[in-house]
């Protein structure tokens, strides 16, 4: 009885570790027409072997970004147009950075590194939601760790296997 136990504690304990083992961001909340650092902290690699690209999707909305570079690592900012135009401080804004990729560096998987850039939150953006940024985590030989699912509506991230990581939208400050 002791040792079967001792197992399920075992097995609930390794479950947890490897559920809590995913790509999230930092500071959790964020008040929308606001700026906002995004800090993604990558706890381990791929299956053993070393994360070399680390690529972040910029969700609709969000606009202004600035990468902040990593010694070791390229950094690369993909552009394209927005759904819609948005003010950014009283200049209309229909294009910009939608990904952002950092290659080229290793990041062992028993290491831990954290990743960053600036964004601006815009007034679109509804108070209450969650706002996801999926990440994608490239290893050598193919391997990947694909931090992409977004929670359908009545989910949470506990609910996905691999969750994007999130910020909780809430209401803008009074004041300037």
């Known amino acids: 009885m002791l040792k079967r136990t001792l197992a399920t504690i075992a097995a609930i304990a390794l479950g947890s570790s490897a559920a809590l083992a995913h790509v999230s961001l930092q500071v959790k909340e964020a008040p929308v027409g606001s700026t906002y650092r995004a800090i993604f902290q990558v706890p381990h690699g791929c299956e053993g072997n070393p994360t070399n690209v680390v690529r972040v999707q910029i969700p609709e909305g969000v606009i202004a970004v600035k990468p902040q570079p990593k010694a070791g690592w390229t950094l690369e900012k993909v552009k394209g147009a927005y759904a819609k135009s948005y003010d950014y401080h009283g200049t209309p804004t229909g294009e910009g950075v939608k990904e952002i990729v950092w290659s080229g560096g290793t990041l062992g998987d028993d290491e831990?590194?954290?990743?960053?850039?600036?964004?601006?939150?815009?007034?679109?953006?509804?108070?209450?939601?969650?706002?996801?940024?999926?990440?994608?985590?490239?290893?050598?030989?193919?391997l990947a760790e694909r931090w992409i699912e977004i929670p359908a509506e009545g989910q949470s991230d506990d609910d996905l296997e691999l969750p994007a990581p999130g910020v909780k939208l809430i209401e803008a400050a009074g004041g300037h």
């Open 112 to 142: 831990y590194d954290e990743f960053v850039l600036r964004v601006y939150l815009t007034k679109d953006l509804q108070a209450g939601e969650t706002l996801h940024f999926p990440v994608v985590q490239e290893c050598p030989d193919g």
